[in-house]
């Protein structure tokens, strides 16, 4: 079997590869757990001073979760109980002080977006996309999207992705400030890896710190991103009984447009 995470440590940055191209790069609870455990590895890691994150292939940074495990085993088919406090894909709630930079190499719409938005740098292919579709499916941005992007851009321009569901191109996402660079697809991995090298040649605590304060962490939480959490978890609640949800998904599935009830 192949490894569906590949860590690669680069002098003093960890590259971690989301390995499952033939599934678009989703996660599922294999996934998750490996992710999760780079992660603590990385904090664990004096000599580690930055992660890059990024997807096998050409074609896709990462499609959001397995629909096929969720279809077959559950909420835990994606986002086992034991780790559910990292949250999906093992990262979104896991904060670490080591910066990380997303090397998007392709499409990343639903939780690729959201595994950017969880981190701290995007280096983007000029053939990348960007958005949170939920929407046409029934459900929000539950990985943190639906107030992250709103933090991220303007009000306007992130509400208009999140009720749309619309994507943004890479020239679009670098104008808005979604992303830091847009480059070659070709380039992307080196751009991002050359941009840990220059973060990792500063001073490790404080680059820690200066994370650590920007981005509001204390003892490995954001705080002010609790009410965030709450208000997501009663909103997908509240929808994933909804018939709208079971009929956005089903008609996902059956690949035809789907029909709005509004219960």
Do not use: Y
Request: proline share 4%.
């Amino acid at each position: 079997m192949t490894d569906v995470v590949l860590t690669e440590t680069r002098g003093h940055t960890l590259l971690v590869t989301i390995n499952r191209p033939e599934a678009a790069n989703s996660i599922n609870a294999e996934v998750h757990g490996e992710l999760g455990r780079a992660w603590e590895h990385a904090q664990a890691t004096d000599d580690i001073r930055v992660v890059v994150l990024t997807g096998a292939g050409h074609a896709t940074f990462c499609a959001g979760a397995d629909l096929k495990a969720l279809g077959t085993a559950g909420p835990e088919g994606v986002t086992p109980r034991d780790t559910a406090h990292w949250g999906f894909a093992g990262v979104v709630k896991h904060h670490i002080t080591k910066p990380i930079i997303s090397a998007v190499n392709g499409s990343a719409l639903g939780g690729g977006t959201e595994l950017a938005l969880a981190g701290d740098l995007v280096v983007a292919a000029d053939t990348s996309t960007f958005g949170l579709p939920e929407v046409k499916r029934g459900l929000i941005a539950g990985a943190g999207g639906v107030f992250r992007l709103v933090q991220a851009i303007p009000r306007a321009i992130a509400l208009e992705l999140l009720l749309t569901g619309t994507a943004l191109s890479a020239q679009d996402a670098l104008r808005w400030g979604l992303v830091n660079r847009v480059v070659p697809q070709t380039d992307v991995l080196e751009a991002a890896l050359e941009m840990a090298d220059t973060i990792a040649a500063c001073a490790p605590l404080a680059v820690q710190a200066s994370k650590s304060v920007a981005r509001g962490m204390v003892d490995g939480t954001v705080p002010t991103e609790a009410q965030g959490w709450e208000l997501t978890e009663q909103a997908l609640a509240r929808l994933t009984t909804s018939q709208d949800t079971l009929e956005g998904i089903m008609a996902f599935l059956e690949k035809r447009e789907p029909i709005w009830s509004g219960k």
